[in-house]
């Protein structure tokens, strides 16, 4: 309202009493209340694997899809890998290093392991883009560029910029769709969380194991 200009609804002397009913009426038919989110677990982690192809939109949501899943990170920590937070082990194995998040705000910094496939994923992801320092996942715009014979073809371009923690949503749902999961409504950016959490637990780890794994 202020961009556009115009008077403020909250500045109307009616306004309290407003929200309150348009609150009420949400309660009283359950629109307001809080739905839990849908986990993504390995099984549905690879059914959407599968229905990607070699584009660079692809590459990026798989590593991005396999790195979440494997180190249990929260969507903002997803959203700020650095290439120089990954260091590659012997074995085809890789480490993140997250330098902060919720539960860490004195920043000591934890590291979570990424399995081979899923640093096999990330590795064809960086090459493809050609990321070399930086941020791992970057948004990725579309340019029309005109041929001759009045054609014109759409050329995937990599950006500098890191994408926005909501985007991180965005693309686990796009592909739970594309997937025909049936949890796909309740896809959020903690589902990749949620959903390894219920893998080591049918697993048998403990919870502090378990709690130690993803950094609560």
Same mark, same amino acid.
């Given at each position: 309202?202020?961009?556009a200009?115009? /008077?403020?609804?909250?500045?109307?002397?009616?306004?309290?009493?407003?929200?309150?009913?348009?609150?009420?009426? @949400? $309660?009283?038919?359950?629109r307001?209340?809080?739905?839990?989110?849908?986990?993504l677990?390995?099984?549905?982690?690879?059914?959407? @694997?599968?229905?990607?192809?070699?584009?660079?939109?692809?590459?990026?949501?798989?590593?991005?899809?396999?790195?979440?899943?494997?180190?249990?990170? !929260?969507?903002?920590? %997803?959203?700020?890998? *650095?290439?120089d937070?990954?260091? $590659?082990?012997?074995?085809?194995?890789?480490?993140?290093?997250?330098?902060?998040?919720?539960?860490?705000?004195?920043?000591?910094?934890?590291?979570?392991?990424?399995?081979?496939?899923?640093?096999?994923?990330?590795?064809r992801?960086?090459?493809?883009?050609?990321?070399?320092?930086?941020? $791992?996942? !970057?948004?990725? *715009?579309?340019?029309?560029?005109?041929?001759?014979?009045?054609?014109?073809?759409? %050329?995937?371009?990599?950006g /500098?910029?890191?994408?926005?923690?909501?985007? $991180?949503? !965005?693309?686990?749902?796009?592909?739970?769709?594309?997937?025909? @999961?049936?949890?796909?409504?309740?896809?959020g950016?903690?589902?990749?969380?949620?959903?390894?959490?219920?893998? %080591?637990?049918?697993?048998?780890?403990?919870?502090?194991?378990?709690?130690?794994?993803?950094?609560?």
């Amino acid at each position: 309202h202020r961009a556009a200009r115009l /008077p403020e609804p909250t500045s109307h002397p009616e306004w309290r009493l407003r929200w309150k009913a348009v609150i009420n009426e @949400l $309660v009283e038919d359950g629109r307001n209340r809080r739905r839990p989110m849908k986990p993504l677990r390995q099984s549905a982690i690879e059914a959407m @694997l599968a229905m990607m192809g070699t584009g660079l939109r692809d590459l990026r949501d798989a590593a991005l899809l396999c790195l979440a899943s494997d180190t249990m990170a !929260r969507r903002e920590e %997803l959203a700020r890998v *650095r290439l120089d937070e990954i260091t $590659v082990n012997a074995g085809g194995s890789a480490t993140l290093f997250i330098p902060r998040s919720k539960s860490d705000k004195e920043g000591r910094g934890m590291y979570r392991p990424i399995s081979p496939a899923s640093w096999a994923y990330l590795k064809r992801w960086l090459s493809a883009a050609k990321i070399q320092r930086g941020a $791992v996942f !970057r948004a990725i *715009r579309i340019r029309l560029v005109k041929k001759k014979g009045k054609t014109t073809e759409r %050329l995937a371009i990599v950006g /500098p910029r890191a994408i926005a923690p909501q985007q $991180v949503a !965005r693309i686990f749902k796009r592909w739970a769709e594309a997937a025909d @999961l049936d949890q796909a409504y309740g896809i959020g950016g903690h589902s990749t969380r949620i959903g390894s959490t219920h893998d %080591l637990v049918s697993r048998g780890y403990s919870t502090a194991q378990i709690a130690n794994a993803g950094g609560w």
